[in-house]
């Protein structure tokens, strides 16, 4: 899933740019065309409102895997801005609302109907994140989304086409676990390394995160290497277990409080350390891990908006990378940022993302 589209939108133009980006995105994922349409169209109608209503902002375009963990792939569209806000969000999602004179307010309703999931958080004076997702198929109208436990957001280095850094989850049991990895360097060569290790995590995720770490570190030999965190939730026990290697990052936020999880120096798959250091923390309902890579600038700020915090983990994982950079400071190398949430699930099959 390295593969990522990054469009600023300050002017006309770039809507149809970001109705473009959805549409290449869906011919990745091998979309079908009903579901390519309900891509663009959210693109379309994100774009514009940041045109309308926010002066301007950014698209991000990612390729994650479908909730279920069925076959195909998802397109994963988020809109980021810093402008006004939106006072009420729940009027802003109703047909007919909206702020812009001459519109007929139907866009982020449209949204809403059109995606397989949606989400928009917003605090005035502050800007609005949104995250839509296509799945490969449509779900049946009505029907509740189950909520996924774990959301991440990608960009790369200079708007390149592919991105050194890749994410991924997998249930297995009451174990969830979570990789993130960032491929040495930049590119194609950086992305495959990355990849490989999110492959192999789907193989492995009964094991402890150390010896996901042993096992990924002769998988990514041939490689360039990567840093790579694991963390595993134990949703019996209550427990995180968090264990990485190389310049990846970690807070764990627990009865109000955020704490900082330190990875081991060294690279999977070429310098691998003797002996990796875990770290268990208390896993509650109301607790929550953000794990990045390097690019996210190492003085961001944990988020401590309430309504961010009970948000979708995608969204919380935009709004941390919006919040970490700005035109004036973009981003200096690939970013990708994930979030764990407790798992509310109600059904007991496995999925993985």
């Known amino acids: 899933m390295s593969r990522v589209w990054e469009v600023p939108v300050h002017d006309s133009t770039r809507v149809r740019d970001a109705r473009f980006a959805a549409r290449e995105a869906c011919a990745e994922a091998e979309l079908v065309p009903a579901r390519t349409a309900a891509a663009e169209l959210v693109a379309t109608e994100l774009a514009t409102n940041l045109l309308r209503h926010a002066g301007g902002g950014h698209m991000v375009v990612n390729l994650v895997d479908p909730p279920t963990g069925g076959a195909g792939t998802s397109v994963q ?22 702020t812009a004179e001459g519109s007929l307010g139907a866009g982020l ?45 990608t960009v790369a280095l200079g708007r390149a086409e592919e991105c050194g850094d890749a ?4 249930r297995s049991g009451r174990l969830l676990t979570l990789l993130l990895a960032d491929g040495l360097g930049h590119g194609p060569k950086a992305a495959h390394a990355s ?92 607790s929550l891990l953000v794990v990045h890579s390097d690019g996210l600038p190492s003085r961001w700020r944990p988020p401590e908006d309430p309504r961010l915090l009970g948000q979708d983990p995608s969204v919380v994982a935009a709004a941390i990378l919006r919040d970490a950079g700005s035109p004036a400071r973009p981003t200096r190398d690939d970013t990708s940022v994930a979030v764990l949430a407790p798992d509310r699930r109600t059904s007991a099959h496995d999925s993985r993302l």
């Open 77 to 98: 569209l988020f809109s980021l801005d810093h402008g006004p806000g939106i006072a009420d969000v729940d009027a802003a999602l109703r047909d007919g609302w909206s």
């Open 109 to 153: 309703g449209s949204c809403r109907r059109s995606a397989s999931d949606f989400h928009l958080y917003s605090l005035p004076g502050r800007g609005t994140v949104a995250a839509a997702r296509i799945d490969p198929e449509a779900g049946r109208r009505g029907a509740r989304v189950a909520p996924v436990p774990v959301g991440g957001i």
């Open 167 to 170: 994410w991924g989850w997998v």
């Open 195 to 286: 990849s490989a290790a999110v492959a192999e995590l789907r193989r492995c995720a009964h094991l402890p995160p150390p010896d996901i770490l042993r096992r990924l570190h002769a998988v990514l030999r041939p490689t360039r290497g990567a840093a790579v965190v694991v963390a595993q939730a134990d949703t019996e026990r209550g427990e995180l277990c968090f264990a990485g290697v190389g310049n990846v990052g970690a807070r764990v936020r627990t009865a109000d409080s955020w704490t900082s999880l330190v990875s081991h120096p060294g690279i999977v798959g070429a310098y691998f350390p003797a002996h990796i250091p875990v770290r268990r923390v208390p896993w509650r309902g109301d």
